[in-house]
């Protein structure tokens, strides 16, 4: 284990799903995961699995399309699909028996993980209307803990969390609006993706407060949630509500990131062995070398209580409060309370409360401003289903503290493990950063976890080499960091190129093209950059650099910093050195 990664979860897991890339075929994978789901007799986790013969033959279609030389990032892994998404010729039950109907058409964000190669296994059991944080809202059954069957799941998206714990799934896709992405993976010691609201398109999901789901990830390896989350990333016209990345979108966290992390008095709901794992988790976070800085919260959980508490559940009613209103036999009661009483909510008091919420995210841009991310808890304590049944309501809005303001707020959230509690239980922790950063907190997700290299979300942006005072180390590097420039290795020019050294301040390099042999391959290092923060660094280039087109040896050809030939002819020539660095340590 490195330095500043976190210690994995020790539960007593049974074994996981044959983890990506591994060399057994997608029909392998298949009968193996029947088989684990005949072993680990879970059937709460479903509400509709599909038969056996049916996957398999869509794991023989993915065989014959690698065969036929298709590309597939996803080939053979095995999806476990919350049932409030729709999946063409499967039931849609949102978990009501009398809401079920079959969809014609299935949810863009599934399409796209089909058209990579990923195969169905089924639809998961969930809160009734992805209404609760508890797994135990259901007519189908409470999913139990996959390592301790007395607890619960967590919710919504009980069972997609389940089959990935369980060793069912290699994914679970789920939906997240207050927090049922991320809960369920704190309590099963897994990776929770809940991007930006619209980067993973909603088409093809049943509403539960529609201006605020998402469509969520659960992995056992950070990697292979954002692999996942990455394909199903993009807009999409069948949503409204999609978006894309910005030009000017963060492509990295900074090597010495500022973290934000709650005062005391903002952790009160915690549980004492939740409390106790949280400051070991920010400890170590803080031995790794990022900067740890206590902020005041309560304006965020303020915030949160809007989602349930004020006029914003008229949503939940908007959805499904008709259908309930019919009084269905399967709806469960809490879920069916819940929605009714939003149905009383009046006009001026929903503005009122979009008036609050547009407060709210103005000012937790101010108190995010300065830092990368905001760590927390994901969730204040693990309770028995048991409990949960006795107190049905309570429970369930204590463990969304730290998860319902989220979505209200347009706020990005990654959920990981943090450390073990002392008595060896799972305990999770997020990284919640402002919209369009999801790569920041996944980067500074990936450090603590020891996920190497960081897995990539975002993949846009133009390659921009560097050749002296912007290199990692030298005075000028901030401004890449800035701009949330990604570093993509050391590259060389061709032997086209000499470097000189220019009177500059800082002192600075000037490379500048030759022709083909009059020169020497010159060290540099490449970064992705955004194509706003290209544009920024154009705008505010001081004479005599430029930004031109640069060969490298590899054959590639990049936008690169250079400078005017004039500038280069009265400089001293060091193209000997190979490179700034070295010329620095003459």
Request: charged fraction near 20%.
């Amino acid at each position: 284990m490195t330095a500043g990664e976190l210690s994995p979860p020790t539960p007593p897991a049974p074994p996981a799903a044959v983890p990506f890339g591994n060399s057994t075929s997608p029909t392998e994978r298949v009968a193996a995961a029947y088989r684990r789901i005949a072993e680990v007799d879970r059937p709460e986790v479903w509400i509709t699995l599909r038969p056996e013969s049916e996957v398999a033959a869509d794991a023989a279609a993915v065989e014959q399309r690698l065969a036929d030389g298709a590309t597939l990032p996803l080939a053979g892994v095995l999806v476990a699909v919350k049932d409030n998404i729709d999946v063409a010729g499967l039931p849609t039950t949102a978990g009501c028996p009398e809401f079920a109907y079959t969809a014609e058409v299935t949810a863009s964000a599934i399409e796209r993980l089909v058209a990579a190669g990923a195969i169905v296994l089924g639809k998961t059991n969930l809160d009734q209307f992805a209404t609760g944080l508890v797994g135990t809202r259901s007519p189908y059954g409470a999913v139990r803990n996959a390592f301790d069957p007395e607890l619960i799941s967590g919710g919504s998206s009980s069972g997609s969390a389940a089959a990935v714990a369980l060793g069912l799934a290699d994914i679970g896709i789920g939906t997240d609006t207050a927090g049922s992405g991320r809960v369920p993976a704190a309590l099963h010691g897994i990776a929770g993706i809940k991007a930006t609201l619209g980067i993973i398109p909603a088409h093809g999901v049943v509403p539960a407060c529609v201006d605020y789901d998402a469509v969520t990830v659960f992995a056992t390896e950070l990697a292979d949630a954002v692999a996942a989350a990455a394909v199903m990333s993009g807009p999409e016209p069948r949503d409204p509500r999609s978006r894309t990345w910005p030009a000017d979108v963060r492509l990295a966290a900074p090597l010495a990131a500022r973290i934000a992390i709650p005062r005391a008095a903002d952790l009160v709901a915690l549980s004492e062995p939740y409390r106790e794992a949280f400051a070991r988790t920010a400890a170590v976070v803080a031995d790794s070398g990022a900067k740890i800085e206590e902020v005041d919260i309560s304006g965020l959980l303020d915030a949160a209580l809007l989602l349930y508490d004020g006029a914003i559940v008229a949503e939940r009613y908007a959805a499904v409060g008709a259908f309930l209103e019919t009084e269905p036999a399967g709806a469960d009661p809490t879920v069916a309370a819940i929605i009714e009483s939003a149905g009383a909510t009046t006009g001026p008091a929903f503005v009122a409360d979009l008036d609050t919420l547009a407060r709210a995210r103005a000012s937790a841009a101010e108190l995010l401003g300065g830092f990368d991310a905001l760590l927390l808890p994901t969730t204040t304590e693990h309770p028995s289903i048991a409990a949960v049944q006795a107190d049905p309501i309570g429970i369930n809005r204590r463990l969304g503290t730290f998860t319902n303001f989220c979505n209200l707020l347009d706020l990005a959230s990654i959920a990981i493990p943090g450390e073990l509690t002392t008595a060896g239980a799972p305990f999770g922790v997020m990284l919640v950063t402002p919209a369009f950063t999801d790569q920041v907190a996944i980067d500074l997700a990936a450090r603590m976890v020891g996920s190497d290299p960081a897995p990539l979300l975002v993949e846009r942006g133009v390659d921009l080499a560097v050749f002296g005072a912007h290199l990692r180390g030298q005075p000028l590097h901030w401004q890449l960091e800035q701009i949330g420039a990604r570093f993509a290795g050391d590259v060389r020019t061709t032997d086209a190129y000499r470097l000189t050294a220019l009177d500059t301040t800082p002192p600075k390099p000037g490379l500048v093209r030759h022709g083909d042999g009059l020169g020497a391959p010159i060290l540099g290092e490449l970064f992705r950059v955004s194509e706003a923060g290209l544009g920024s660094f154009l705008a505010a280039l001081p004479a005599p650099m430029a930004l031109t087109s640069v060969e490298l040896s590899d054959g590639r050809s990049v936008i690169g910093f250079a400078c005017t030939y004039d500038a280069a002819i009265t400089a001293t020539d060091i193209t000997a050195y190979g490179g700034w660095k070295s010329y620095l340590s003459r």
